[in-house]
């Protein structure tokens, strides 16, 4: 088993910066992609941003410029850097945990929302 803690929402006024930190525990591997998603009032849970433990990152067009992903492997933490923010970045962001040796395994965090608003 793996549990997520994050952290770092909050309500932050359009053109503002939050940082949202996710902290995994228990059986983490060495190789694994840590990930953020958003999910708004009424849709779907997207992928926001995704680091491999070899740093490697993906992120969704409507953040790329504005969302830095990072990592920090000896904390087993991922970082979310978010500037720029605007109204349609508010949402419950979650972290994810993702592995697949021995097997594939995907954890959840709890979420933590973000309110872009003035």
């Known amino acids: 088993q793996v549990q997520l803690v994050e952290s770092g929402g909050g309500l932050v006024q359009p053109g503002g910066s939050l940082r949202l930190s996710c902290a995994a525990s228990?059986?983490?591997?060495?190789?694994?992609?840590m990930s953020w998603y958003r999910q708004a009032p009424g849709k779907q849970r997207d992928l926001v941003a995704a680091?491999?433990?070899?740093?490697?990152?993906n992120y969704a067009d409507s953040v790329k410029g504005r969302f830095t992903i990072s990592r920090d492997n000896a904390r087993n933490t991922v970082y979310l850097q978010m500037n720029s923010l605007k109204p349609e970045d508010t949402a419950v962001y979650y972290c994810?945990?993702?592995?697949?040796?021995?097997?594939?395994?995907?954890?959840w965090g709890q979420g933590t929302q973000v309110t872009v608003s003035s």
């Open positions: 680091i491999t433990t070899g740093g490697s990152t």
């Open positions: 228990g059986s983490v591997s060495s190789f694994n992609t």
């Open positions: 994810k945990y993702s592995d697949v040796y021995p097997y594939r395994r995907d954890y």
